[in-house]
């Protein structure tokens, strides 16, 4: 089945903008979607369909997609932007959801 | 508040079973298509399973085909996870997420996920 790859983690100053890679086989061809988790809590979707946001996250959050990665771009991070995020995808071949292995983002 | 609500987790030994369910509010449930997700401690996340709108389309992730079964009932908005023959490596917390849209066919990212129950297989 597809196989997802994220980096174990990113680190970015206050202020700064974190870019979270997702990189995949064909990753160009599909809608990835991004989850946000925080310590504790379930996960929150924070974009879908490449580079759409769903109401309620800030505008901080971008996508994008380009060749066989997906970027998910935090902009102006701020210290509650601290949290794991995951990629995901629906394998067709499979019928499955398929999560990346999920990356931490460190506010320093 | 669109809602949803696990519960039936526990300890359970290895090869026995459990049934978990997830309780819907405050949105139409029988348009939507429900995951199981499911995150091992310090671990990941991990799908489980999925169950379209009326229950036509479920798929399953080869390390839970064969011993759990999703089901639905949508007159009592309520989603269900038989899990059978259970393993150390099946604890976990559990989560139930709703589709994006309404039917889709397990497609669509999932928006609004309960808190999770917590599953944990052990002698």
């Known amino acids: 089945s597809h196989v997802l790859t994220q980096p174990p983690s990113v680190s970015v100053a206050p202020g700064q903008t974190a870019r979270i890679t997702c990189g995949g086989d064909?990753?160009?061809?599909?809608?990835i979607h991004w989850y946000q988790q925080k310590p504790g809590q379930a996960p929150v979707l924070v974009i879908y369909d490449i580079t759409k946001r769903p109401s309620g996250i800030p505008e901080r959050f971008s996508g994008s997609n380009s060749g066989n990665t997906a970027i998910l771009t935090i902009s102006r991070v701020e210290a509650g932007d601290e949290a794991d995020y995951y990629c995901q995808v629906w394998d067709s071949s499979s019928d499955h959801w398929v999560f990346g292995g999920g990356t931490k983002l460190t506010v320093l | 508040q669109v809602q949803l609500v696990e519960s039936g987790g526990g300890v359970v030994q290895p090869g026995r079973s459990l049934r978990l369910s997830c309780a819907a509010s405050r949105f139409s449930f029988s348009r939507y298509g429900i995951h199981w997700v499911r995150q091992a401690p310090g671990k990941g996340l991990e799908w489980v399973a999925v169950?379209?709108?009326?229950?036509?389309?479920?798929y399953y992730a080869d390390s839970v085909k064969g011993r759990f079964t999703i089901s639905r009932d949508n007159p009592k908005n309520t989603l269900s996870l038989q899990m059978n023959s259970l393993r150390a490596e099946d604890t976990a917390v559990y989560y139930c997420a709703k589709d994006i849209n309404t039917y889709c066919g397990g497609d669509c990212p999932a928006d609004v996920w309960g808190k999770g129950t917590t599953v944990t297989v052990s002698s």
């Open positions: 169950i379209s709108h009326d229950g036509r389309k479920i």
């Open positions: 064909n990753i160009e061809s599909k809608n």
